[in-house]
Nanobody, 121 residues
Framework: EVQLVESGGGLVQPGGSLRLSCAAS????????MSWVRQAPGKGPEWVSS????????QYADSVKGRFTISRDNSKNTLYLQMNSLKPEDTAVYYC??????????????WGQGTQVTVSS
């Protein structure tokens, strides 16, 4: 059974940083591309970033490019999202997702349970 467990969310002031983690189990993590998806209150899911199976390729939504960094440690079956220079509009529930690209926003069954990120002063 695929399990994705996110952690690291919280309340942070604008300009601050957070590092999200996603612990994966139940599937061969190291051969799958992975993504982060977020959903703000009252809005649809938004693709944030993707990383290839070995971490050599990364992609970012324009809204987070230059501020967020996706990475992974295949020896620990863990996906990360380093978020810097956070803005109030980054407030959302962040989900770890199995797969690559915008298509992950339509496959809720491939997401974890999510972690809340709130950016507010």
């Amino acid at each position: 059974e695929v399990q994705l467990v996110e952690s690291g969310g919280g309340l942070v002031q604008p300009g601050g940083s957070l590092r999200l983690s996603c612990a994966a189990s139940g599937f061969p993590f190291g051969i799958y591309g992975m993504s982060w998806v977020r959903q703000a209150p009252g809005k649809g899911p938004e693709w944030v970033s993707s990383i290839s199976s070995r971490g050599g390729g990364t992609q970012y939504a324009d809204s987070v490019k230059g501020r967020f960094t996706i990475s992974r440690d295949n020896s620990k079956n863990t996906l990360y999202l380093q978020m810097n220079s956070l803005k109030p509009e980054d407030t959302a529930v962040y989900y770890c997702a199995l797969g690559l690209g915008v298509a992950t926003t339509t496959r809720r069954d491939s997401w974890g349970q999510g972690t809340q990120v709130t950016v507010s002063s």
